[in-house]
């Protein structure tokens, strides 16, 4: 039965190594790992922006926003992954390329690309891959069923004899 893992401790199984337990709801919409691996070139001009992030990177770690840069890096590392296909390096097709600038903002894009790293290529353990993979999928599942559309058509009655009434009373009948 799927539902909710907790490890010897009672302790929930999060998937990620940015799972933060004082902030479970921004924490469990982080994406399971990928194994993608960021790079940044040697060449300035290419490679995919991150400039929003790291400045709202910089506005969150001014006011030591916790929960905000957890939702920040669930913002990141999908974006990354999104870009995969597009830039990936020809040698190795498993790396997305960062533009890279000479700026005073170059510690936080690559501080920010490690934490991405750490994430999209963070092995679980053998012994609790599955209890994780289950939270995450149950999550997923929750957050489906709790989503506002689904509620409403699932308490919309099934029928269609609006439509008919709707057909039999156009002028544009076949």
Known sequence: MLGNEF???GLYQGWSPLFNYSYMEASKKLPFPTGIEIGMPKEFEKGIS?????QEYKR?????DEEGKINLYNK?????????PK???DLNKNVVLIAK????????????????????TYKNSLDNTESKLKNFISNKLQRIIQGTSNFIGSHAPIT???????????????
């Open 76 to 84: 990141l590392i999908r974006f990354i992954n999104t870009q995969t």
């Open 160 to 174: 269609m004899d609006y439509l008919h009434e709707g057909a039999n009373a156009s002028s544009h009948k076949s």
């Open 87 to 89: 830039y990936s390096d």
């Open 101 to 120: 600038y000479n700026d005073d903002n170059m510690w936080i894009r690559r501080h920010l690309v490690d934490i991405v790293n750490g994430h999209n």
């Open 60 to 64: 969150l770690n001014e006011i030591n």
């Open 7 to 9: 490890d010897d401790n």
């Open 50 to 54: 991150i400039e929003e992030y790291v």
